[in-house]
């Protein structure tokens, strides 16, 4: 079973980036045919696909958030990663990692405030 | 792109069957066989319930089934169980490559 793991700050400034790593075991990032991807949610909202990346190397963002997202993997880890620049308050949510859909991280909180 | 339309409640009596609606449009529900259904409980991640339209994973209940006709997919819940309740989300592929996710469903089981 493929199992993911969320890890970064809790916290972050308006107008810094975001960075949040997904480790993952039982599945290979680099050569197992996953699409890898960043889903978050609002405190009381519903889900919000964010984007992933193929283990080609491929992305795809989503087109609200593309200018400011950039998700990257790290092979040698076994892990893959978001970036999320200039937060707002609005970018407060749970982010979680998952292989597409089928497995989930257990999803971290990041609040957005000076 | 725009989220998925779905009811935002539905409720139903322990036994009863209920259906949720996923209405889209034919950049994303109804272009491909790539709808995907979500259960949340409360503090927990979601998890998947069925995959492309109508597929159960392992483990997941036969009450659970899906379907598709033109732009609008349904997850169809039968033999309705306390345990059922939670919120529901469904999601689908677009022409675009990426994927978006419906609104959401609170289901409560009366």
């Known amino acids: 079973q493929v199992q993911l793991q969320e890890s970064g700050p809790g916290l972050v400034k308006p107008s810094e980036t975001l960075s949040l790593i997904c480790t993952v075991s039982g599945a290979s990032v680099s050569r197992d045919n996953y699409y890898w991807t960043w889903i978050r949610q609002p405190p009381g909202k519903g889900l919000e696909w964010i984007g992933y990346i193929y283990s080609s190397g491929a992305t795809s963002y989503n087109p609200s958030l593309k200018s400011r997202v950039t998700i990257s993997v790290d092979t040698s880890k076994n892990q893959f990663s978001l970036r999320l620049s200039s937060v707002t308050a609005a970018d407060t949510a749970v982010y979680y990692c998952a292989r597409e859909g089928y497995d989930w991280g257990q999803g971290t909180l990041v609040t957005v405030s000076s | 792109q725009s989220a998925l339309t779905q009811p935002a409640s539905v409720s139903g009596s322990p036994g009863q069957s209920i259906a949720i609606s996923c209405t889209g449009t034919?950049?994303?529900?109804?272009?491909?066989?790539?709808v995907s259904w979500y259960q949340q409980h409360p503090g927990k991640a979601p998890k998947l319930m069925i995959y492309?339209?109508?597929n159960r994973p392992s483990g997941v209940s036969d009450r659970f089934s899906g379907s598709k006709s033109g732009n609008t997919a349904s997850l169809t819940i039968s033999g309705l169980q306390a345990e059922d309740e939670a919120d529901y989300y469904c999601?689908?592929?677009?022409?675009?490559?990426?994927?978006?996710f419906g609104g959401g469903t609170k289901l409560t089981v009366l």
């Open positions: 492309d339209v109508n």
């Open positions: 034919s950049s994303d529900v109804g272009a491909y066989n790539y």
């Open positions: 999601s689908s592929y677009t022409t675009s490559n990426t994927r978006v």
